[in-house]
Nanobody, 125 residues
């Protein structure tokens, strides 16, 4: 297992959980790390990405200003701090690693070659 996500659960509207993703093995060589989410019956959507070495970040418009992606290079952990959660944020959240993505492609699922197992975040209204 290259990526192991955790931190999901049942959260009230307005809550601020933090997701974590332990990065191991071949995923450690990734250039970009990202978070995606998939709501029931919908496609997997981009949430946020971070360039592992320089820390440059990019976000989906739907989460900009509410979510923060970060990484700890000493512990090889990726984070997603979520704030002001809404029921429409309910989804399985996946962390992903890309060895070859460039900044213009980090929003595409096809740019990532390693995926975590996903962690469910349910936002109650």
């Amino acid at each position: 297992v290259q990526l192991q996500a955790s931190g999901g659960g049942l959260v009230q509207t307005g809550g601020s959980p933090r997701l974590s993703c332990a990065v191991t093995g071949r995923a450690l060589g990734a250039r970009w790390m990202g978070w995606f989410r998939q709501a029931p019956g919908k496609e997997r959507d981009f949430v946020a990405a971070i360039k592992w070495s320089g820390g440059h970040t990019t976000y989906a418009d739907s989460v900009k200003g509410r979510f923060t992606i970060s990484r700890d290079k000493t512990t090889n952990t990726l984070y997603l701090q979520m704030r002001d959660l809404r029921p429409e944020d309910t989804a399985v959240y996946y962390c992903a690693a890309s060895s070859g993505a460039i900044s213009s492609s980090v929003g595409l699922t096809t740019a990532y070659n390693y995926w975590g197992q996903g962690t469910l975040v349910t936002v109650s209204s």
